[in-house]
């Protein structure tokens, strides 16, 4: 514009342009969508900025989304996915759903209809903003092409501030056909909103004075560690005070596998020293976690005789199923790094041995058969084992869900933060494949391995197409026992063994690699195993394994739905 | 014990939020007995008063998960003896009842309602008070016949400050 001076830096452009303009003004230089009639404007914009922002196509919205979480997951970037209206915008939704209840950045852009067919049952019209309301940390509908840099600023604000979680802009396509006098500013404030609330230095001191005064203290962690960038100040923390310190499923990767503190997993497939022990504990501190059901099981058993001190940063989560003595509200970077200093360095070596005797109990009923089977099929662990020798444990291990997740979890080595992706508090079958473009993408120069069973890989198998098409190298290991297995495990162990529609009949899964021209392997006997493992991580490709595992094997320690944590079962 | 509570929300001005908050009660099948939306004394600040029935606990965890609506700016929860509350209800009568049934008349004085409008037709008796009073008085109208009755949702003050203009300007 010939008006536009040094002054005045505003410049008249198209909506479409605009949303284009702003998502490079927030650092995001990658995006994964599918085009669509409502969404085009934006495409064609996409096409003009291709060399500065990476636009990737999946086959379906729901690997767009799944991807974008995947990404941001592993980089701490806000994840950015793209839909045209209607069925565009709601394939998105269960990967909307999926990063809200794991608090993942997201910001997703709809298109809709043109204003003035707003509520005329358009061609591919939903109401988008109703639909993904319940299921967004913040929606918004932009009608108006002026409207739009701000709705963006605030999405990217809201979106990775406080407790991260997916947000919705839904456009409609006159705003990105229309303009606008452009002039960017970022969002660094919405009054009615509190990313973090202030720590209460009381709280803080109380926490210490609990934590000080335990003899068998114990602490589970969560997310809220690799979100608040907390792992230095968590480790200093345990440390400090010595803690035996278990993990939720997100929380995986916060602290290293072979950290002596580190004693394994909580909740329903967790270890066995840490369930029992729960109930054993004088002082139990949580951190950045939030008491999922799968987690605690029945919660009238749950911890009765502990007193609770609650690391969180959302204060909804604080008293929600666990009341707590002391909540301490506030970032976990910060609150750890304040109360450090009120921590007495401590050891508790005969508390931190029953974990290590219970977990020698698990080794000889549970980890020892997966690990070293002495029956001829294989198993999951053995597998998982296999590729952590490979890797050293410093792959990022991406999986889906069911009983390979409840494996690859328990099984899978971590020497890094931020390298366990896997979709906890939704369970979204289908999360890996799609998942795993997006980590690899979000850390180009580490190793991703995916671990799929054979049914959720057979629910967003089209994303092969993606790996095709963008040549992303990443190493996708079905764990192949021909069952819905998790379903089947409760069907087996609850249901009488009545197998009701949990048998697959699967395809030659290595014809469907090869025709997306991916490197494929099948391994069906032990003696195969490692030099395919070998083979596949010293591949610079793609690469697909399929491993046919024993059919029936169950994951143990097991707590029942609704039992009590101490009552979890080695078999 | 289930107790009946009125909550208060302090809001931005945002089409969606009715939805969402909505959401929020439907998710823990709580019924919302009733719900006024309103201006509050804040500029561009929305009001929105609800009242439901469930123990004070749920109450707690149901106002956090509220608060944390974006645009949500502060919200809270009283018993009925921390509010001054009222409810508005509005009764169309036959007009004919006023010569015909001339005690009516005594009716709507005594119980210090007012009348809104007369028509040829029909008037329309206007009680403002709290639910026994309004009820009292459809008791009462009812054997004449009520051509129509309805309520307003409850509007409430609160005896305690809500201190949402200072809370705003630390927010700024």
Not at chain 1, 277 to 289: H, W
Not at chain 1, 404 to 420: E, G, I, L
């Amino acid at each position: 514009m010939e008006n536009s001076t040094k002054t005045n830096p505003t410049e008249r452009i198209s909506g479409a342009e605009a949303v284009v303009r702003s998502l490079l003004r927030e650092g995001a230089d990658l995006a994964y969508g599918y085009p669509g009639g409502a969404i085009m404007p934006i495409y064609d914009e996409l096409y003009k900025y291709q060399d500065k922002l990476q636009h990737v196509l999946t086959r379906h919205e729901q690997g767009a989304i799944h991807a974008a979480q995947g990404f941001a997951r592993v980089s701490g970037k806000v994840g950015v996915c793209l839909a045209t209206s209607g069925p565009g915008a709601t394939n998105l939704i269960t990967g909307i759903a999926d990063a809200q209840i794991d608090s993942t950045p997201l910001v997703c852009i709809t298109g809709q209809v043109a204003s003035h067919l707003l509520g005329t049952d358009a061609f591919q019209e939903t109401d988008v903003i109703s639909i993904s309301a319940p299921v967004t940390k913040w929606n918004i509908q932009v009608t108006k092409s002026e409207d739009i840099p701000a709705a963006i600023a605030k999405a990217f604000y809201i979106a990775k501030s406080g407790r991260p979680g997916p947000v919705l802009i839904d456009i409609t396509k006159d705003a990105q056909l229309g303009e606008l006098d452009y002039a960017y500013e970022k969002c660094t404030a919405v009054r009615s909103y509190k990313p973090v609330p202030k720590t209460n230095t009381e709280q803080l001191k109380a926490a210490a004075e609990l934590i000080n005064a335990a003899k068998k203290p114990f602490i589970v962690f969560g997310q809220g560690v690799i979100l608040g960038e907390a792992e230095a100040e968590f480790k200093a923390l345990i440390e400090k005070a010595g803690i035996p310190s278990a993990w939720t499923v997100l929380g995986l990767s916060a602290l290293p596998t072979e950290h002596y503190l580190n004693v394994g997993m909580v909740g329903m497939h967790g270890h066995y020293g840490p369930n029992k022990l729960t109930n054993e504990c004088d002082v139990l501190i949580a951190i950045g976690m939030r008491f999922d059901d799968r987690v605690t099981g029945n919660l009238n058993t749950y911890a009765k005789q502990a007193k609770v001190v609650h690391f969180e940063i959302d204060p909804a989560e604080v008293d929600k199923n666990v009341k707590s003595t002391v909540a301490v509200l506030g970032d976990a970077k910060d609150t750890l790094s304040k109360i450090l200093p009120f921590i007495n360095e401590n050891n508790h070596d005969a508390w931190h041995n029953e974990f290590k005797k219970h977990w020698e109990t698990e080794v000889e009923a549970v980890i020892d058969p997966q690990l070293k089977p002495t029956k001829e099929g294989l198993t999951m662990g053995e597998v998982i084992n296999q590729v952590n020798k490979e890797t050293q444990g410093d792959a990022i291990i991406v999986s889906d869900v069911g009983q390979h997740q409840m494996f690859t979890v328990r099984y899978a080595d971590f020497t890094k933060t931020r390298s366990n992706v896997t979709s906890g508090g939704l369970g979204t079958m289908g999360f890996a494949l799609p998942a795993a473009i997006g980590a690899k993408m979000g850390a180009p120069k580490r190793e991703v391995v995916a671990y799929i069973g054979d049914g959720g890989y057979q629910m967003t198998c089209q994303e092969l197409g993606t790996i095709l098409q963008t040549g992303v190298a990443v190493k996708i290991v079905v764990l192949n026992n021909e069952y819905l297995g998790m379903v089947r495990q409760w069907q087996q162990l609850f249901f009488d063994k009545r197998y009701a529609s949990t048998t697959m009949v699967n395809p030659d899964f290595i014809k469907l690699a090869e025709a997306y021209d991916i490197q494929a392997k099948k391994v069906s006997k032990r003696e195969d195993l490692a030099g395919a493992v070998k083979e596949m991580i010293a591949s610079d490709q793609s690469y697909f394994l399929e491993v046919m595992i024993e059919k029936e094997d169950n994951v143990f320690p097991m707590v029942p739905t609704g039992a009590c944590v101490s009552e979890v079962r080695l078999s | 014990m289930e107790e009946l509570f009125t909550i208060s929300v302090y809001t931005e001005n945002n089409p969606g939020l009715l939805n969402r908050i909505a959401t929020i009660f439907l998710k823990r099948h709580i019924n919302i007995e009733s719900l006024n939306v309103s201006r509050s004394e804040i500029e561009n600040v929305h009001r929105f008063t609800i009242v439901a029935r469930m123990k004070e606990l749920a109450v707690k965890k149901l106002v956090g998960q509220i608060e944390k609506q974006i645009e949500v700016i502060k919200a809270y929860y009283h018993t009925d003896d921390e509010i001054i509350f009222h409810e508005t209800a509005l009764y169309k009568m036959a007009s004919s009842l006023l010569f015909e049934q001339r005690e009516i008349q005594n009716v709507i004085k005594n119980s210090s309602a007012n009348i809104v409008t007369v028509d040829p037709e029909f008037f329309v008796i206007e009680k403002t008070g709290r639910r026994k009073d309004t009820e009292e008085l459809y008791d009462q109208l009812e054997p004449y016949g009520i051509m129509q009755f309805v309520r307003s949702g409850r509007i409430s003050i609160s005896k305690t400050e809500m201190n949402i203009s200072s809370l705003l300007e630390k927010l700024k």
